[in-house]
């Protein structure tokens, strides 16, 4: 009852980048109990099995890192010290390979799922203080193309929609992506939604029949690394039966002929060749598209993680721009994040790439603004190392420190037997967790024990622009400190001004206050506002703003010219080449109950149960020329790698594509599923994202 009630609160879901609000009860044995929030604007008091499990995750303390261990030397054990000892330790050593070999010598690679103030604190730290920009976080991995495409197009990296878009829709293009499984609450609202309005039309476009298509009209199965001609393909037709906004473009955009030349250059039977999807469906998608009144294009990882993902972003963009469909109700480019908080790590700039609120890295009059801000000399001027890049100057002795925080890179990194060397060749690594659970708390010197989810207090952004409070509702386990305790304990042990902060508020507020006068303006969302209203989309530029659901109604884009910007594609990168050898595409993806390293949902049984063995998707062909029958185990492989897992041989997958779960660390139950031993690190040659999505295989039974 409300009586033996000790602790109600309101928080919003750790998982996916929904940001579904979450009520809490914590009753006088600690016994924690949650529901979806009822009257939540996201989630309308649903959760999906993930969310509804994250009590488990937070009372199950079995795996939780307790107090700091240390070891004196790479041969030594880790062994238990106290928090000063490990604070001394970790700033002595940043000091000397500062001192040493310069601030480029040291680098922190974090995580969407750390809280904003956390990224903050990070991003202030290592740009304002040590002086390099190498900072960068496994958001690098997911949304990176996105955040490229939506500053070239519109100017800033701004997701345009609001969820109330969905139900005001009345065509959905999905593409790459598998919200069914991977964002399921904003799933179960189009869902509800083609329920009550069923001439609403939903195209999937993926390599894979997956359970999103289960809610189709047309699926375009296309070949993996196909879906830039695919995207214009389906923009040529819009423009050949005029199914086109000629007055949005000419009043609102520039480039449309440009981009007209670039789609007219390949004909609709060449591309449909390329794609290996039929002449008809491309059109029947165009007919679609060009019927709706509300059109919301859907993306993730499989336009992000490739080594073309700007383009494949400029591609989808721009039929939103060319049918005119942005900026009005059920309308827009609506990327969906992968992590809780990948949004408000963009917001304080917290990647090497990125500068505070949103300002541009490269430009020395925002680089002094920051600076100035912080009270520092300067910021550094050179882009710093990214996500990969890290790793390989690991690897090649160029950086000689990293501090990782609430990301498992040992699993969630292309080319994982490279991340494995680099992390053993560096001379001193720092892991700050909850989870003994992550694959790389082995190669840590420094290992810290941080508070998860429910044990501290901040903010996050959801994939909408949505900022959210999260209180702190139980104490952390033994000596764990939340994260941003233990960053301003490091920074001040480095003798660092300006991490004179009391409280998580100040934090916050000045990170406000950073973005002030910006197109992310939230300085007029303070704490106590925030904390009263629960969530709020920015921008709220001053205390009586009531927040922007939609951005861009008045038609004024972010740009220098203030019109969005229709590109044709520039730059990209060659990933992997079939050949003999690895004649197979490998692709790689999310399963419905696990959250990216399972050291969070792999801790709880029913999720388990869902899918417990990582395995291989093969399409029946592809298995009967090998001799691959049903279960049998097989060795996936090519240079950089393999893994052992059992074949599951389905019609879902098309001929001459494999799919691997990524979730899995390098050894289960006599299985080898770490699907990062084959993926590749070639990137995307402007947003720096990795091509997960494609890499060259051969599959044998074993
Ligand atoms: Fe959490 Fe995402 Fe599921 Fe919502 S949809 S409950 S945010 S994992």
């Not at 990327?335 to 541009?360: D, F, I, K, Y």
């Not at 001459?656 to 070639?682: C, D, E, Y």
């Amino acid at each position: 009852s409300q009586k033996n009630l000790l602790v109600k609160a309101k928080t919003t879901c750790s998982y996916c980048g929904v940001g579904c609000g979450i009520d809490v009860e914590v009753n006088k044995k600690g016994i924690i109990e949650l529901e979806g929030t009822p009257d939540h604007p996201v989630n309308r008091g649903m959760l999906c099995s993930k969310g509804r499990s994250l009590n488990y995750v937070v009372q199950d303390q079995s795996d939780r890192l307790l107090y700091p261990q240390m070891r004196g030397s790479k041969h030594h054990p880790l062994e238990r010290v106290r928090w000063d000892a490990a604070i001394d330790r970790a700033a002595a050593v940043f000091k000397t390979f500062i001192e040493k070999h310069g601030p480029n010598s040291v680098g922190f690679y974090i995580s969407g799922q750390c809280l904003t103030e956390e990224y903050y604190l990070v991003n202030k730290l290592t740009k304002g203080y040590i002086g390099t920009n190498n900072i960068d976080t496994n958001s690098r991995l997911c949304m990176s193309s996105a955040v490229v495409g939506y500053t070239k197009t519109l100017g800033e990296d701004a997701v345009p929609i609001a969820y109330e878009d969905i139900e005001l829709a009345d065509c959905f293009l999905i593409a790459g992506a598998n919200p069914a499984w991977c964002h399921p609450i904003l799933f179960r609202r189009i869902e509800q939604h083609k329920e009550q309005n069923p001439d609403t039309k939903i195209v999937v476009i993926d390599p894979r029949v997956t359970d999103s298509c289960a809610l189709a009209d047309l699926h375009l199965q296309l070949t993996p690394g196909t879906d830039e001609t695919l995207l214009h393909a389906i923009g040529r037709v819009l423009i050949e039966n005029g199914n086109f906004d000629l007055k949005f473009i000419q009043s609102y955009t520039d480039g449309f002929e440009d981009y007209k030349e670039k789609v007219f250059k390949t004909t609709l039977e060449e591309a449909a060749a390329i794609c290996d999807v039929p002449v008809d469906q491309i059109q029947l998608a165009a007919q679609y598209i060009g019927d709706a009144k509300g059109f919301l294009s859907l993306w993730t990882m499989g336009l992000n993680q490739s080594t073309q993902g700007v383009n494949n972003n400029l591609a989808l963009i721009n039929l939103n721009l060319i049918t005119g469909h942005i900026g009005k109700p059920g309308s827009g480019p609506f990327s969906l994040t992968g992590q809780p908080n990948a949004m408000g790590g963009r917001e304080v700039g917290g990647m090497a790439s990125l500068l505070a609120a949103h300002r541009v890295q490269g430009n020395a009059d925002h680089r002094k603004e920051v600076a100035d801000f912080w009270g520092v000399e300067s910021m550094p001027d050179q882009p710093g190392l990214t996500a990969t890049q890290m790793f390989d100057a690991l690897d090649s002795g160029e950086m000689k420190a990293i501090w990782i925080i609430c990301t498992n890179p040992s699993v969630s990194m292309p080319n994982a037997d490279l991340v494995d060397r680099a992390l053993k060749k560096a001379k001193f690594v720092v892991v700050q967790d909850i989870s003994s659970r992550s694959d790389t708390a082995k190669y840590a010197d420094l290992l810290l024990p941080a508070a998860g989810w429910l044990e501290k207090e901040g903010t996050m952004t959801n994939s909408e622009r949505r900022i959210s409070y999260l209180p702190k509702v139980v104490s952390a386990p033994g000596e764990a400190l939340s994260d941003n305790e233990i960053l301003i304990r490091f920074a001040r042990r480095m003798g660092y001004e300006g991490f004179n902060f009391h409280s998580i508020e100040e934090i916050y507020a000045e990170h406000c206050l950073l973005t002030k006068g910006t197109n992310i303006d939230i300085s007029g969302l303070t704490y106590t506002r925030l904390k009263a209203a629960g969530t709020m989309q920015w921008p709220v530029p001053s205390v009586d703003h009531p927040g922007t659901p939609r951005l861009f109604e008045d038609k004024k884009f972010y740009t220098p010219s203030g019109k969005a910007q229709i590109l044709p594609g520039g730059n990209k990168n060659d990933g992997d080449q079939l050949s003999e050898e690895y004649p197979l595409i490998l692709t790689t993806g999310r399963i419905r109950d696990q959250w990216h390293t399972m050291t969070r949902t792999g801790k709880v049984n029913k999720l388990n149960k869902h899918i417990p063995k990582p395995f291989l998707e093969i399409n029946p062909e592809d298995a009967k020329a090998k001799g691959i029958e049903e279960g049998m185990p097989v060795v996936v492989k090519n240079d950089r790698g393999e893994v052992r897992v059992n074949a599951q041989i389905t019609e879902k997958i098309k001929k001459g594509v494999v799919f691997l779960p990524m979730h899995w660390g390098k050894i289960l139950q006599n299985t080898f599923g770490r699907a990062n031993n084959m993926t590749s690190k070639v990137f995307d040659p402007t947003s720096k994202q990795p091509g997960f999505k494609y890499s060259a295989v051969s599959v044998e039974k074993y």
